[in-house]
């Protein structure tokens, strides 16, 4: 998980029908569910945050459209300065992962990733979701860091174990993949009948 981006700027009614809500962190930032337009800006995003796995565009357009409701863009002036991608996976479904984070330097040291991962607990998507589990490399410290300061945050506790093995499942071609798993994760407000954004 890690972390820049440039395109041009949705209009304020396509904001305004996708979410938009101002981040509390910094007002000119706006989080915001994604739409399928975003998928290039999305791709590019990604793709100027080293450490993070470049998707394909076709995958980022998915993620975009069918999984908009379990991720998020971070938008200042019109350009995405954050995403998170995240999914509820079919087989467990009391958790939400997540797969991506991305922030752009122009936008780091304002707590946006972890406004954007509390951000998520209150879409409508999210009710029943009990733990919140991502992977992260061992020497990813930005990462363990991010997620450490969520649990933290919201009282949980954050366990870890290896799940996706150098050798046995990435044949020595990529870095032992860690879970993190967070929980219990708290009551969003979609789960107590509080307005939406």
Aim: hydrophobic share 40%; with cysteine; glycine share 8%.
């Amino acid at each position: 998980m890690s972390e820049e981006t440039q395109a041009p700027a949705m209009n304020a009614s396509m904001r305004a029908k996708s979410g938009s809500q101002p981040d509390q962190t910094d007002q000119t930032v706006m989080l915001r569910r994604p739409v399928p337009g975003d998928g290039p800006r999305i791709t590019r995003l990604i793709a100027e945050c080293p450490p993070l796995d470049r998707n394909s565009a076709y995958c980022n357009l998915l993620q975009c459209s069918d999984f908009a409701g379990t991720c998020i863009v971070a938008e200042r002036d019109g350009e995405p300065v954050g995403w998170i991608s995240a999914y509820r996976p079919p087989a467990r479904l009391e958790q939400l992962f997540i797969w991506q984070v991305a922030v752009s330097p122009q936008a780091r040291g304002i707590g946006l990733a972890g406004r954007m991962l509390a951000s998520l607990l209150d879409r409508p998507e999210v009710p029943g979701a009990t733990e919140m589990v991502t992977t992260i490399t061992h020497d990813n410290a930005a990462s363990w860091a991010l997620f450490e300061a969520f649990a933290r945050r919201h009282g949980a506790k954050i366990e870890r174990a290896p799940r996706f093995e150098r050798d046995a499942h990435f044949g020595g071609a990529h870095e032992t993949e860690w879970q993190a798993r967070i929980a219990p994760l708290p009551q969003s407000r979609s789960n107590t009948g509080a307005d939406l954004p």
